[in-house]
């Protein structure tokens, strides 16, 4: 549904984006991840057509987005970061008005259908201006649904929110996947990992990584973590050293009340480190993976990159 | 055309759900029913009732009102981030452009539409008077005529270099007071003929008196003559901000 290839684009003397590329299937949920400054929302406006690239291509659900530039607007709903809204209008008269313009058949009933979607139609003829920033968020996300595009594209959706809000969209997001390809930027990376399907890692106009989350963690090579927590005469230093004897570990090190043990390649040493446990005279309290989050991914592909740059 | 015609009723209902728009609506109306008021009492018994001096009021007005009202086109859209959003609707920027035009002239239009309120006075003084004093002759209805219509197309102008300046800026104080400034200048350009002509020589003052917004009315629809090439200027004048306006919004996807 998207697609980028090789995209440039420079403002004066600065390149913003060194030559990206990827895709997006129908029904994913893709999450563009990069710390601020990026260039995440300078693909997301080339994706919609507010700006042309320097170079490369980018397709929308087929269409050239600088070729039939608006043959692919129609099929893209966008909520860019400073969410559109005029104040002055209601919440319904914008919104009928952004049908009028997306060119949206019985403008009346799609409204009404979009407000309760984002669960709105009880401030339908509020002004935008007196209703709360979380509102507005949800407001401008009808707006992006109103023609029920093939394609939505999300700058920072969530950002400004409070956590019961981001909890909502972030659910709403998902429910969004049977019928949208989606594609939102963060630079919150529990957030990516939470509801996407693939995840794009862009940093300084580079895309460093991209993958599924499960498999970006593979791809990096980070291994597996299991926290032990263990009660007897041994002290944390002491569990750690014992650990990390055990085949398959890579390091251990005491963490919290207990020890995280990393694990190589992936390999299950579980039952082993049980064992050692237990060898040992200890009473083995607690045993659980411990996932690996993207902000570790993150950090080891930007400041990887920024060693090499820096070489 | 269906996208004109859509960002046209927005922007002309927007104009009246915000305050400006009927504050300027009623200085206007205040400003130029006072000069009315005096220019009957002048007149009275002495020179026929003049039906223009409304107009010119009105036109003198506008270079000071027009950018009030236009200035808010695009720096507003600009600032609010709306713009981006316009910019990504499957629409082309001329529409854009051409509607939001149309919807502020179309204020100005009611605006003008009002003043006819003046007309109706001085028509039932003059021909309901039942002693006409040699003095008090027929309302001369050609100079109203000709100069509805003239001041229309001027304040078409006037809007037009307003949404220019509005498009150039997102800070709405320095479109207003730029398009101020240059509306003023091309309105008293044509006194520059008044400067003797070791100063400005004839031809700069000619030049001058050509480009000025107000000599395009105030010897021909005024005086209730309608010449084509007066409907040319201020119809070029439109089309050539219009056409600028909409290079200046593309640029934007450039910047």
């Given at each position: 549904?998207?697609?980028?290839?090789?995209?440039?684009?420079?403002?004066?003397?600065?390149?913003?984006?060194?030559?990206?590329?990827?895709?997006?299937?129908?029904?994913?949920?893709?999450?563009?991840?990069?710390?601020?400054?990026?260039?995440?929302?300078?693909?997301?406006?080339?994706?919609?057509?507010?700006?042309?690239?320097?170079?490369?291509?980018?397709?929308?659900?087929?269409?050239?987005?600088?070729?039939?530039?608006?043959?692919?607007?129609?099929?893209?709903?966008?909520?860019?970061?400073?969410?559109?809204?005029?104040?002055?209008?209601?919440?319904?008269?914008?919104?009928?008005?952004?049908?009028?313009?997306?060119?949206?058949?019985?403008?009346?009933?799609?409204?009404?259908?979009?407000?309760?979607?984002?669960?709105?139609?009880?401030?339908?003829?509020?002004?935008?201006?007196?209703?709360?920033?979380?509102?507005?968020?949800?407001?401008?996300?009808?707006?992006?649904?109103?023609?029920?595009?093939?394609?939505?594209?999300?700058?920072?959706?969530?950002?400004?929110?409070?956590?019961?809000?981001?909890?909502?969209?972030?659910?709403?997001?998902?429910?969004?996947?049977?019928?949208?390809?989606?594609?939102?930027?963060?630079?919150?990376?529990?957030?990516?990992?939470?509801?996407?399907?693939?995840?794009?890692?862009?940093?300084?106009?580079?895309?460093?990584?991209?993958?599924?989350?499960?498999?970006?963690?593979?791809?990096?090579?980070?291994?597996?973590?299991?926290?032990?927590?263990?009660?007897?005469?041994?002290?944390?230093?002491?569990?750690?050293?014992?650990?990390?004897?055990?085949?398959?570990?890579?390091?251990?090190?005491?963490?919290?009340?207990?020890?995280?043990?990393?694990?190589?390649?992936?390999?299950?040493?579980?039952?082993?480190?049980?064992?050692?446990?237990?060898e040992n005279g200890l009473e083995l309290l607690e045993l659980r993976p411990v996932a690996i989050t993207l902000e570790e991914i993150f950090l080891e592909v930007t400041t990887a990159l920024g060693a090499e740059e820096d070489a | 055309m269906r996208n004109i015609w859509t960002v046209f009723k927005r922007e002309l209902r927007q104009y009246f759900v915000s305050p400006i728009a009927y504050l300027v609506m009623f200085a206007v109306l205040l400003l130029i029913g006072l000069n009315f008021n005096t220019d009957l009492q002048d007149r009275a018994n002495f020179e026929p009732a003049d039906g223009t001096v409304v107009l010119s009021t009105f036109a003198f007005l506008m270079v000071f009102f027009a950018p009030l009202l236009t200035m808010r086109l695009f720096a507003e859209e600009t600032r609010e981030g709306t713009l981006e959003l316009m910019l990504t609707m499957p629409?082309?920027?001329?529409?854009?452009?051409?509607?939001?035009?149309?919807?502020?002239?179309?204020?100005?239009?009611?605006?003008?539409?009002?003043?006819?309120?003046?007309?109706?006075?001085?028509?039932?003084?003059?021909?309901?008077?039942?002693?006409?004093?040699?003095?008090?002759?027929?309302?001369?209805?050609?100079?109203?005529?000709?100069?509805?219509?003239?001041?229309?197309?001027?304040?078409?102008?006037?809007?037009?270099?307003?949404?220019?300046?509005?498009?150039?800026?997102?800070?709405?104080?320095?479109?207003?007071?730029?398009?101020?400034?240059?509306?003023?200048?091309?309105?008293?350009?044509?006194?520059?003929?008044?400067?003797?002509?070791?100063?400005?020589?004839?031809?700069?003052?000619?030049?001058?008196?050509?480009?000025?917004?107000?000599?395009?009315?105030?010897?021909?629809?005024?005086?209730?003559?309608?010449?084509?090439?007066?409907?040319?200027?201020?119809?070029?004048?439109?089309?050539?901000?219009?056409?600028?306006?909409?290079?200046?919004?593309?640029?934007?996807?450039?910047?």
């Amino acid at each position: 549904m998207i697609e980028v290839q090789n995209l440039v684009k420079k403002y004066g003397e600065f390149t913003a984006l060194h030559g990206i590329s990827f895709k997006a299937r129908e029904g994913e949920i893709l999450g563009f991840l990069g710390p601020n400054g990026a260039g995440k929302t300078t693909t997301m406006r080339i994706l919609t057509g507010f700006m042309p690239p320097t170079s490369g291509v980018a397709k929308v659900a087929g269409h050239d987005i600088f070729e039939e530039s608006l043959a692919a607007r129609e099929k893209i709903g966008y909520l860019p970061e400073t969410v559109p809204l005029y104040p002055d209008m209601t919440v319904q008269g914008y919104l009928e008005f952004m049908a009028e313009l997306r060119h949206v058949p019985e403008r009346k009933k799609r409204t009404q259908e979009v407000l309760q979607l984002v669960g709105m139609d009880h401030r339908a003829k509020s002004l935008i201006r007196s209703i709360s920033k979380g509102m507005r968020q949800r407001v401008g996300l009808a707006q992006s649904l109103i023609h029920n595009p093939p394609v939505l594209i999300l700058d920072e959706p969530t950002i400004g929110l409070d956590p019961a809000q981001v909890a909502d969209l972030r659910s709403f997001i998902r429910d969004l996947r049977t019928q949208h390809t989606v594609m939102f930027s963060t630079h919150i990376l529990s957030e990516a990992e939470q509801i996407c399907d693939r995840v794009v890692i862009i940093n300084r106009g580079q895309i460093v990584a991209q993958g599924a989350p499960r498999e970006l963690r593979s791809k990096l090579n980070l291994g597996s973590r299991i926290y032990v927590e263990a009660r007897g005469r041994a002290d944390q230093k002491a569990l750690a050293n014992t650990l990390s004897k055990v085949q398959g570990v890579k390091f251990a090190e005491p963490y919290q009340n207990g020890v995280v043990v990393n694990v190589k390649d992936n390999k299950d040493v579980r039952p082993a480190l049980a064992a050692a446990v237990l060898e040992n005279g200890l009473e083995l309290l607690e045993l659980r993976p411990v996932a690996i989050t993207l902000e570790e991914i993150f950090l080891e592909v930007t400041t990887a990159l920024g060693a090499e740059e820096d070489a | 055309m269906r996208n004109i015609w859509t960002v046209f009723k927005r922007e002309l209902r927007q104009y009246f759900v915000s305050p400006i728009a009927y504050l300027v609506m009623f200085a206007v109306l205040l400003l130029i029913g006072l000069n009315f008021n005096t220019d009957l009492q002048d007149r009275a018994n002495f020179e026929p009732a003049d039906g223009t001096v409304v107009l010119s009021t009105f036109a003198f007005l506008m270079v000071f009102f027009a950018p009030l009202l236009t200035m808010r086109l695009f720096a507003e859209e600009t600032r609010e981030g709306t713009l981006e959003l316009m910019l990504t609707m499957p629409i082309r920027d001329h529409e854009l452009v051409i509607g939001k035009f149309l919807g502020a002239w179309a204020f100005y239009s009611i605006m003008l539409l009002v003043t006819l309120v003046y007309q109706g006075i001085l028509l039932s003084l003059t021909n309901f008077d039942p002693s006409p004093s040699p003095l008090q002759s027929e309302l001369d209805l050609g100079p109203i005529i000709g100069g509805y219509i003239g001041i229309w197309l001027f304040s078409g102008a006037t809007i037009a270099i307003g949404m220019f300046f509005s498009a150039m800026t997102e800070n709405q104080i320095i479109a207003g007071f730029l398009s101020m400034a240059v509306l003023f200048i091309l309105w008293v350009g044509d006194l520059a003929g008044l400067l003797p002509a070791s100063i400005v020589s004839t031809r700069v003052a000619e030049a001058l008196r050509v480009i000025s917004l107000q000599s395009h009315y105030s010897t021909s629809f005024l005086e209730g003559v309608i010449r084509p090439e007066d409907v040319y200027f201020y119809a070029g004048v439109m089309f050539i901000m219009l056409f600028v306006t909409t290079r200046l919004v593309e640029s934007r996807r450039w910047r």
